[in-house]
């Protein structure tokens, strides 16, 4: 397939740049029995039957973003990419002119890394002192890394709304936003219903973020993620799936974490790099139902979500949520699709219900 074919239209109006008062008040479109419904969140507890597994991915947004300078005194930005060790990380490094090898770049509070290495888009920073780790300057220093396309800095209210409220492993630079729909009280009615919930970790990098950039989606390659999925959870999975219940993703994140575990035809347990590229003609071998955001226009998401309920299911659903406005990208609204109920006949939208 070409990269034009996940091209739509899309009103920059639509794209949420802010979040809604609470969590669970987003929209949810409900592909489902050859239809579309236009629903509440909430509504999600309608979808899900007893003994089903819901699977999140609980990898925590770190303040990845900084802002220092030079020695020369030329501004310098960072955007954490991964944490290798107590002093090293990855980064992408933006600054007014070109930096190398050896330059050391100055932050607030004395801090100071050295560039050791780059590969690619990424340079490999080392922290100068001993008497921190990383995690506490990126705390004390960074800024939560808002995607660029809400054309802002970040505000106090990002610092827990960008952020799930299960989130428990700080790795991430990115927030897994379908999750972000998810509050405590919803939560615990999913646990009154006795639906299993499942925890796994897929720290994303800055690479979440990078467009496509050939035409030919088959030789699009993509950035290494460090995934953990456990025993544990590998096994609720086989017993979901002994009983005849369903695994749902919530978003996409959790459902590569998923699926790259599973890549032997039965999960795993997983503790590695994935590279794993969903897209159409890809053949699922764990997740039964999707929860997931609206995504970019051309992006690999995109195309993962078409690979699992079918190009045309999904390109149609898109056209009908730009009609009714959906919100769009990280702090937008939602999407469900249902795998075992979607075949290959047109979508019918149907009467909104909200």
Sequence with gaps: MQLSDFHFDLPKHLIAKYPLPQRSQSRLMVLKEQSIQHQHFVAMLDLVNEGDLIVFNNTKVI?????????????????????????????????????????????????????????????????????????????????????????????????????????????????????????????????????????????????TFLPVRVEDVTSHRMHAEYVMVSEELCEAIRDTKRKGKRVIAVGTTAMRALEAASATGSIK????????????????????????????????????????AGYDYVMQAYREAVLQEYRFYSYGDAMWVNKATLNSQALTPTKNSL
Excluded at 165 to 182: C, E, M, N, Q, R
């Design 63 to 207: 303040p990845a973003r900084l802002f220092g300078k030079k020695v020369t005194g030329g501004k310098v930005e960072i955007l954490v990419e991964r944490i290798l060790d107590d002093q090293c990380f990855t980064a992408q490094v933006r600054s007014s002119k070109p930096t190398r090898l050896g330059d050391r770049l100055l932050f607030d509070q004395g801090v100071t890394f050295r560039i050791l290495d780059k590969k690619e888009q990424f340079y490999t920073l080392k922290y100068e002192a001993r008497d921190k780790n990383i995690f506490s300057i990126i705390d004390a220093l960074g800024e939560i890394p808002l995607p660029p396309y809400m054309e802002r800095r970040p505000d106090e209210n990002d610092l827990e709304r960008y952020q799930t409220v299960y989130a428990a492993d700080k790795g991430s630079i990115a927030a897994p936003t379908a999750g972000l729909h998810f509050d405590e009280a919803l939560l615990a009615k999913l646990r009154q219903k006795n639906i299993r919930l499942g925890m796994l970790t897929l720290h994303i990098g800055a690479g």
């Design 269 to 308: 347990p997983y503790h590695q790099d994935t590279t794993i590229f969903i897209y159409p003609g890809y053949e699922f071998q764990c997740v039964d139902a999707l929860i997931t955001n609206l995504h970019l226009p051309s992006s690999t998401l995109l195309m993962l979500v078409c690979a699992f």
